[in-house]
């Protein structure tokens, strides 16, 4: 995969324990909701639209009229300026905003919400071989913190701009310890999940002086925070197998949802597994965890998480 042309937000876990340890000390966050869309960064140069890219740097043909509504509401006349935002509509599937974000041609039904501004260098307008350094300053990451970079977005909107599909970010101020936040963040990020289905994929926690750092984003400016939904279900059966280059048994087990038979194998322990494939688990009540459900109906990411003996 191409390196990422912006800020990437990362795992919790993928943070070293000098970055954990340096956040605790931090007590301003800024939750937005993590939209399930197609990441894209629309780049202006002294009031005129130069081009449209995707995180890693491919031009994006498919949102024009999102330059014109952009241009329209912020005031962008000025210097080289990054928009960095979501191509996203609370009534599609990621799938299909996917289709659509990835057109030749216009798709004037692609929404977007933008969630960070920042000034870009560049050497020429082949974005195939020069592409630009967003929020980066002679070499340093631009130091405007995230809040005044988000308030740019929330405050110097035109009132009187056309109506469009530019959705106004959202946002919540946090004040507390980074696992506060994190409770904080993760309920948010559950009951859009549960509200919307899979509109959402969760919520972003960022530092509120966080700085734009364009990387790998392991300095915990932008911080994934995934939904878990937990599901209790009844055993069906069990898909069995046996790894000849491990000599062990392997076991998924099967249970019906929503009308779907799904399986789950993740966070079964090799002792489990045998026990599965001498006598079954047929009948017995599981929890299971998952991010939510696919477009076709099957958990997302679903790991087995122990059996259920209150039922």
């Not at 990054?82 to 996917?98: D, Y």
């Not at 469009?164 to 409770?183: C, N």
């Amino acid at each position: 995969m191409a390196d990422y042309i912006v800020h990437k937000a990362v795992e919790r876990s993928a943070l070293s324990a000098k970055t954990t340890q340096a956040l605790e000390a931090n007590e301003e966050w800024i939750i937005t909701p993590k939209y399930d869309g197609c990441h894209a960064v629309f780049l202006f140069d002294d009031g005129k639209h130069v081009g449209t890219l995707s995180r890693t740097g491919e031009p994006v043909r498919s949102m024009p009229h999102i330059a014109t509504a952009l241009l329209d509401t912020y005031p962008l006349a000025a210097g080289r300026i990054a928009i960095c935002g979501e191509a996203w509509s609370p009534g599609l599937e990621f799938n299909e905003i996917s289709g659509l974000f990835r057109r030749h041609t216009p798709s004037p039904q692609l929404g977007f919400v933008p969630f960070d501004i920042v000034p870009f260098d560049h050497n020429g307008y082949d974005w195939q071989q020069n592409l630009p350094t967003l929020g980066v300053l002679d070499g340093r990451a631009y130091p405007a913190p995230y809040r005044k970079r988000l308030a740019a977005l929330l405050d110097q909107r035109n009132p009187k701009a056309p109506p469009s599909l530019l959705i106004k970010p959202r946002h919540y101020e946090f004040v507390g310890t980074l696992q506060m936040a994190w409770d904080f963040a993760s309920v948010m990020a559950q009951d859009h999940k549960r509200r919307t289905d899979s509109f959402y994929d969760g919520a972003i926690l960022a530092p509120a002086n966080g700085k734009y750092i364009v990387g790998s984003g392991k300095g915990g400016e932008f911080i994934k925070v995934k939904p878990l939904i937990s599901y209790t279900v009844q055993v069906t059966g069990a898909a069995l197998d046996f790894g000849t280059k491990t000599g062990k048994n392997t076991a998924a087990l099967k249970f019906m949802l929503d009308g779907h038979e799904q399986k789950v194998s993740t966070g079964l322990t090799q002792q489990q597994v045998d026990e599965i494939t001498a006598v079954g688990w047929d009948g017995y009540h599981i929890e299971v965890e998952a991010m939510g459900l696919t477009v076709n109906g099957l958990l997302r990411e679903p790991r087995f998480k122990g059996i259920r003996t209150d039922i």
